[in-house]
């Protein structure tokens, strides 16, 4: 095995662009484009990828619309994502996915309202569920709890019904 120094994977600030199954003109032709693009744009150093902390403590800042909410293991913003909404801290693991079993399960998905109202009030209501063993439709509430490892979990609640007066 390496060493911790050398580990086989490269640092973001030692990172040159180069890719070794590309051929040494397709590596240049790319690198070529991506420095005029940079240089066009009035970019300096930046690297093509990115959501790193450069060492600066300074964060990439999220456009408001791409911010759901915060997280409710560490505090940090949730980001909306192609395939979910997941936290912005790298250390933390906090994801809401989209293609979500639980909300499969009864007839719903994972969309932006739901995720919105989850991390901002613990919870969401959500009408004409189906279950998925007799087909009948439901209204329930759906609570987000995390367990020990602050992975989220959902437990289901239904509305008090009226009592009937006889």
């Keep these: 095995m390496g060493t911790p120094e050398d580990d086989g994977w490269i640092n973001a600030e030692d990172y040159d662009g180069y890719i070794p199954f590309e051929s040494d003109e397709e590596n240049e032709k790319r690198l070529a484009a991506l420095r005029q693009r940079k240089a066009a744009e009035g970019g300096g150093d930046e690297l093509p990828f990115g959501n790193f902390e450069d060492g600066s403590g300074t964060k990439q800042v999220y456009n408001s619309d791409d911010i759901v909410g915060d997280c409710p293991a560490c505090g940090t913003h949730v980001i909306e994502r192609e395939k979910g909404f997941f936290c912005d801290n790298m250390e933390c693991h906090f994801a809401l996915w989209k293609?979500?079993?639980?909300?499969?399960?009864?007839?719903?998905?994972?969309?932006?309202?739901?995720?919105?109202?989850?991390?901002?009030?613990?919870?969401?209501?959500?009408?004409?569920?189906?279950?998925?063993r007799?087909?009948?439709k439901f209204n329930c509430y759906v609570d987000l709890t995390l367990d020990e490892e602050e992975r989220p979990h959902f437990e289901i609640r239904f509305p008090k019904r009226k009592q009937r007066r006889e």
């Design 99 to 132: 293609n979500n079993r639980f909300f499969q399960a009864i007839g719903k998905e994972m969309t932006r309202e739901v995720a919105d109202d989850l991390l901002n009030c613990g919870t969401v209501k959500l009408e004409n569920c189906v279950s998925k």
């Design 134 to 136: 007799t087909g009948n």
